[in-house]
Nanobody
Framework: EAQVVESGGGLVHSGGSLRLSCTAS????????IGWFRQAPGKDREGVSC????????TYAPSAKGRFTISSDNAKNTVYLQMNSLTPEDTAVYYC??????????????WGQGTQVTVSS
């Protein structure tokens, strides 16, 4: 079964850090980009960051630039999102998705179930 699974969410104080993981299985990881998204209560889902597995190129939303870092371990079929300097505005459910064939194509084949990130003030 092809899938992506998120992990690493939790509760952290403002200014703290978390690292999310997205592990893919059942499909050719190198043929996809992996994107991170988030959705806060009452708000639309927004893109946070994306990485192309083929060449490691990355994109970031303005809200993530300078604070979040996306990386990929192709040997483990896993993408990480390192989040630093977190604020309560970062509180949301974070999802990863496999996007074919690259960031920005908006062709999403697989979505994870989401992981909750809560930042307390």
């Amino acid at each position: 079964e092809a899938q992506v699974v998120e992990s690493g969410g939790g509760l952290v104080h403002s200014g703290g850090s978390l690292r999310l993981s997205c592990t893919a299985s059942g499909f050719s990881f190198e043929d996809y980009a992996i994107g991170w998204f988030r959705q806060a209560p009452g708000k639309d889902r927004e893109g946070v960051s994306c990485i192309n597995s083929s060449d490691g190129s990355t994109t970031y939303a303005p809200s993530a630039k300078g604070r979040f870092t996306i990386s990929s371990d192709n040997a483990k079929n896993t993408v990480y999102l390192q989040m630093n300097s977190l604020t309560p505005e970062d509180t949301a459910v974070y999802y990863c998705a496999a996007e074919y064939p690259q960031c920005g194509s908006m062709w999403y084949d697989y979505w994870g179930q989401g992981t909750q990130v809560t930042v307390s003030s």
